[in-house]
């Protein structure tokens, strides 16, 4: 991938996704749903690590669901699902706060803001648990709004739209899983592809801009 140019004063406002987009943490979550799933067997663990690399962008929860159904072949209740969120959660989220930033994120956001854009961080972390991680990196000052599950990122990107009055000709959407380029697509939101060695979900995507980091956008 060659070096991309944009155009920033087109734009108003700027969507970030989180996990391998802002913070370089695809791997971090990869090895928890493998450790909780380590107890079925490797045949097991290998099905829901290639679940959750092919669905990047969707909750956790909905991954609980489709695990339990689609590979376990076992009904899920609630009781669960809040067992799981709870041992995920407590495997992830130290790691994340300590976790490297994508090369050249922090630059480029302070250059937005400089500039008095608008940047938001839609995620598909629970919204209490992604406000909490980017407050405690000390990033929280940087956008306007962080958003989280339990809403889609589709419902999120059409929610903040209608909550600071942005147009899609006004925005740009950068990140690294099928659930963003559909988000921004159905909305009809310019979008810019994060694929690199760690995150690859978009990579046989021909219809996108892609770049590796952020020090490959000017």
Known sequence: MNEVKTHIGRYKAFFFDFDGV???SVDIKTRAFAELFKDYGEETVR?????????????RYEKF????KNI???EITPEIIENLDRKY????????????????????????NRLEKECFIISATPQKEIKEIVKLRQMDRFFKKIVGSPRTKKENLEYLFNEYDVASAEAI????????????KENDVDFIG?????????????????????????
Not at 65 to 68: A, C, I, L, R
Not at 101 to 110: C, D, H, Q, S
């Open 22 to 24: 802002i913070v370089d």
């Open 47 to 59: 099905k829901v690590v290639d679940y959750h690399l092919n669905n990047g962008g969707v909750s």
């Open 65 to 68: 669901k489709y695990y339990y």
């Open 72 to 74: 376990l072949n076992k």
């Open 89 to 112: 959660s407590q495997i992830v989220v130290e790691k994340v706060i300590k976790a490297p930033l994508v090369e050249g994120v922090i630059a480029f956001i302070k250059k937005l």
């Open 173 to 184: 959407y950068f990140g690294d899983a099928r659930s963003d380029y559909e988000a921004a």
């Open 194 to 218: 994060i694929v690199n060695e760690k995150s690859k979900e978009l990579q046989e995507l021909n219809d996108i801009l892609k770049i590796k980091d952020f020090n490959s956008l000017r």
